[in-house]
């Protein structure tokens, strides 16, 4: 797989991860597991959630259960919350493919009334998602390092920071979300789910000047969690000794991406296991070499009847275009391939680092 020339190897990633908020759904928990249980040199030092279905607390406090249950270590880790709707539109719901509460279907997670939940879900509200991202962008221009932006929901949270502070964007090495599709969608012909939801906000993200990588629909239907994998999430144990051959932490995996399984069968017709979607943001942070992409110029349409929502990729070069990564330029380093088996164990890796941490299994 080629090593991608336009993005540099960090020694040291600092990641700020934006979900989902109504749902950070099945994927966003894989992309929150993988942010938190990468090796030491890569830190998730914030975590933020945005809008995507009706009761916009479910989603922050599905993502305050899942990193408390999974992180120990981030226990301190104030999670934000976001827009709780887009910049112009309605909210859209996906109750079909995540379920009423967005984690559908999951197994081993605390109740919303446990105590620590509920401390955690009052701190929260001391800042929102663009309060959080200006204050950490202020300390990272202050001590001199930088912060991947990672999106795996609506570009909301994204597009209002950038309109408020975009002297602040210097802080960000670049912006990574999932979305969008190239010739391609979820949500309708060519719509993809997080870019529907608030093509406004995707316009105004991807128009930033700084360095943006969209990871579509192509690449991630190509991470599928196939049976043998899903096999494997269930049957290899930790070194911890357990007595039987699996792990509540994989117990709660298996169970998420089980349910995600059967919405994909019965929804799109995927046989043969789920897409990651999600979770290839952060393995792209951590592991660019991973990823083949390449640089284009990509503006979301936000009027027609038939295409709202579409990422319209411009890729034979149609216009002249500066070296910008703004209005201009060729804006988006679109991901075109990906090394599935290496993605995968890395996906394993975390689960095995989680494995030797998660307050499911201490629990056990
Ligand atoms: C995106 O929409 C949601 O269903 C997933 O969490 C992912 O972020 C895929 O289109
Ligand atoms: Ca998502």
């Known amino acids: 797989m080629c090593f991608n020339p336009n993005v540099t ?8 991860l934006d979900c989902d908020p109504v749902r950070p759904g099945h994927d966003d928990a894989c992309a929150i597991l993988l942010a938190t249980s990468l090796p030491s040199d890569i830190n998730l030092v914030g975590l933020s959630t945005v809008h995507g279905n009706a009761s916009g607390e479910c989603t922050l406090s ?8 999974f992180s120990p270590q981030h226990d301190a880790l104030v999670v934000h919350p976001g827009a709780p709707k887009p910049l112009i539109r309605p909210s859209r719901a996906d109750p079909e493919i995540h ?3 967005g984690l559908g279907g999951v197994v081993g ?3 919303l009334n446990h105590p620590v939940i509920l401390s955690r879900l009052e701190s929260s509200h001391t800042a929102n998602a663009v309060e959080g991202l200006a204050a950490a962008a202020k300390l990272a221009i202050s001590s001199g390092y930088k912060i991947h932006l990672v999106a795996t929901g609506p570009l909301t949270n994204l597009a209002l920071f950038i309109s408020v502070y975009p002297y602040l964007l210097s802080a960000f090495e670049e912006v990574c979300f999932m979305g969008g599709g190239v010739g391609i969608g979820n949500r309708g012909a060519v719509a993809e789910f997080n870019i529907l939801c608030d093509p406004e906000a995707a316009q105004i993200v991807v128009d930033a000047p700084i360095r943006k990588t969209m990871i579509p629909l192509n690449v991630t239907h190509k991470a599928i969690v196939t049976e043998t994998l899903q096999r494997r999430l269930l049957n290899e144990c930790s070194e911890r000794g357990l007595s ?36 290839l943001t952060i393995a792209y942070v951590a592991r660019p070499e991973l990823f083949r992409a390449t640089r284009y110029r990509v503006d979301v349409d936000c009027i027609s009847t038939l295409g709202t929502g579409q990422t319209v990729v411009d890729a034979f070069n149609y216009r002249d275009y500066d070296d910008s990564w703004g209005p201009t330029g060729k804006n988006v380093l679109v991901a075109e391939g990906i090394d599935v088996p290496a993605f995968f164990e890395l996906f394993f890796e975390c689960v095995d680092r989680c494995d030797t941490v998660s307050r499911l299994n201490l629990a056990a």
């Open 109 to 111: 997670l605390p109740p």
């Open 9 to 16: 190897t960090l020694v040291l990633n600092k990641i700020w």
């Open 62 to 69: 599905n993502a305050i259960r899942l990193i408390h249950m």
């Open 99 to 101: 379920g009423p509460d």
């Open 244 to 279: 039987n051959t699996t792990t509540p932490l994989r117990h709660t995996l298996h169970s998420i991406v089980s349910y995600f399984a059967a919405s994909y069968k019965s929804v799109f017709g995927f046989n043969d296991g789920p897409p990651l979607h999600d979770a």
